[in-house]
């Protein structure tokens, strides 16, 4: 029997997720360094098989090779995750995400996680979140909500990166929000996608728990600056309100 996700991040304040798909992945062992040397928290995974979105990425042996104390926050953007989700827990991610608009059985993808041991300590369980795309519906996650501890808005079409922060997404965070409340449960609120260090204060102060960047810590010039930039941004961005 799986045990209850521990969600660390409900403290009333913002944290950051950093994307590893930018590092310089020749050096993984010293990208990972480069975040642990910064205290971040979390090394985030975009996972694309080129079928749900236009580019394909890294899958499990890649999660796997990264040997870290950090928590691994694999994002799937994949088809039919319910037969593929096991291997990710296998690899050692701590929190899986999979797109609502991936399946026609996202509650199925929740129900398999959440008897899912965490590989990396079976005491601390996995995080289930579900991701949505600009264009679906914020009450798309409501049905699902009795069975994840993670909503993760997108502010970009998936895909690619360099896209602009989409300005609704203040909107669907506040609306995911409100949703969250009413279910009663504590759920992890996340946004992901265009955050720079031009909008990172001010995606803060929006209210997620969670904050997805990538590129602008590994921008090939000055990761470790970036990465100590963009998590004192965070730290000093409002309270998370609910």
Not at 54 to 78: C, E, R, S
Not at 159 to 169: C, D, N, P, R
Request: charged share 20%; with cysteine; glycine share 8%.
């Amino acid at each position: 029997m799986a045990t209850t996700a521990h969600l660390p991040f409900l403290d009333g304040r913002p944290h950051l997720t950093i994307g590893i798909n930018t590092a310089d992945l020749g050096h993984l062992a010293d990208e990972v360094h480069v975040l642990e040397d910064s205290q971040a928290e979390i090394v985030h995974i975009d996972v694309m098989d080129g079928v749900f979105c236009p580019m394909t990425t890294v899958g499990p042996p890649f999660i796997k090779a990264i040997k870290t104390t950090l928590l691994k926050d694999a994002h799937l953007m994949i088809v039919d995750p319910v037969d593929k989700v096991a291997d990710y827990v296998a690899a050692g991610a701590d929190i899986i995400t999979f797109q609502v608009e991936s399946t026609r059985h996202p509650h199925r993808v929740l129900q398999v996680l959440g008897k899912a041991e965490n590989a990396n300590d079976p005491a601390r369980g996995i995080i289930r979140g579900v991701a949505i795309n600009p264009g679906t519906p914020v009450s798309a996650i409501e049905p699902l909500l009795d069975e994840l501890e993670y909503v993760l808005i997108l502010a970009v079409n998936p895909g690619w990166g360099g896209q602009k922060f989409i300005e609704s997404t203040e909107r669907r965070l506040a609306e995911a929000k409100q949703l969250i409340a009413r279910s009663g449960r504590q759920i992890l609120l996340g946004a992901d996608g265009g955050v720079t260090k031009d909008n990172i204060a001010r995606v803060a102060a929006m209210g997620p728990n969670l904050v997805v960047t990538g590129s602008a810590v590994f921008d090939c010039k000055t990761p470790a600056d970036n990465a100590r930039y963009m998590l004192d941004q965070v730290r000093g961005g409002a309270a998370v309100t609910t």
